[in-house]
């Protein structure tokens, strides 16, 4: 199946500074990638849907200047966190869809774990 | 908007058979899909549904009625290692976006 690789799989980052994570398509292009925030024990919540070369769309209750998400090309996507608080700290994964055809099945990066201290 | 619902939390034994239903209220459906997590792991697909009916891979299957909105899946001869959590996904947007459910937490005991 296709790969997609998420960088950093975990970082710890100091409350007030900036994260950036980043999510490759390794064998594949993708015109949309999609993030997720998942808290401990709970389910995968979107975030914001990225489309290549052009502007993210962000869920209802996402702040869009706080998580910064660019889609420079087709097989990498990142997210910044910025000016990170310790409510920040979650499991970020990304997720992405090839441009061939009706794809049914969404790939997902390995994830990242963010501690906001 | 879309909510889906799933049970919290389910227990069984190894080799048993287990479901585990998935109800759900959304509109522009186009699919629902299951994935699997493992705690501190990312959500691996299993199966994917987009007309009624059974899909069977493996040991794993899974149902749909549309005109329900409702599904499961289905594990056979359950394993120490299908102890995850399980969530269900409605595809929306032509198939683009996923909505998780609340996923079920699968314990399997000897």
């Known amino acids: 199946g296709a790969v997609v690789s998420q960088h950093p799989s975990w970082v710890i980052c100091k409350s007030g500074t900036s994260v950036k994570i980043e999510c490759r398509s390794l064998d594949f292009q993708a015109t949309t990638m999609f993030w997720y925030r998942q808290f401990p024990k709970q389910s995968l919540m979107l975030m914001a849907t990225s489309n290549e070369g052009s502007k993210a769309t962000y869920e209802q209750g996402v702040e869009k200047d706080k998580f910064l998400i660019n889609h420079a090309s087709l097989t990498l996507s990142t997210l910044t966190v910025t000016s990170a608080h310790p409510e920040d700290s979650s499991f970020y994964i990304c997720?992405?869809?090839?441009?061939?055809?009706?794809?049914?099945?969404?790939?997902f990066g390995q994830g990242t774990r963010l501690t906001v201290v | 908007g879309q909510s889906l619902e799933q049970p919290s939390e389910v227990t069984a034994v190894e080799g048993a058979i287990v479901q585990i239903n998935c109800t759900y209220q959304?509109?522009?459906?186009?699919?629902l899909s299951w994935y699997q997590q493992h705690d501190g792991g990312a959500p691996t697909f299993l199966s994917y549904n987009a007309l009624d009916g059974l899909e069977e891979t493996g040991r794993f299957s899974s149902f749909l009625s549309r005109s329900d909105s409702y599904g499961y899946l289905l594990l056979q001869e359950l394993q120490m290692k299908d102890s995850a959590s399980y969530f269900c996904?409605?595809?929306?947007?032509?198939?683009?976006?996923?909505?998780f459910g609340t996923g079920t937490q699968l314990k399997v005991e000897l």
């Open positions: 996904a409605v595809a929306t947007g032509g198939g683009n976006k996923l909505t």
């Open positions: 997720s992405a869809r090839s441009v061939r055809g009706q794809d049914t099945e969404a790939f």
């Open positions: 959304t509109s522009g459906f186009y699919g």
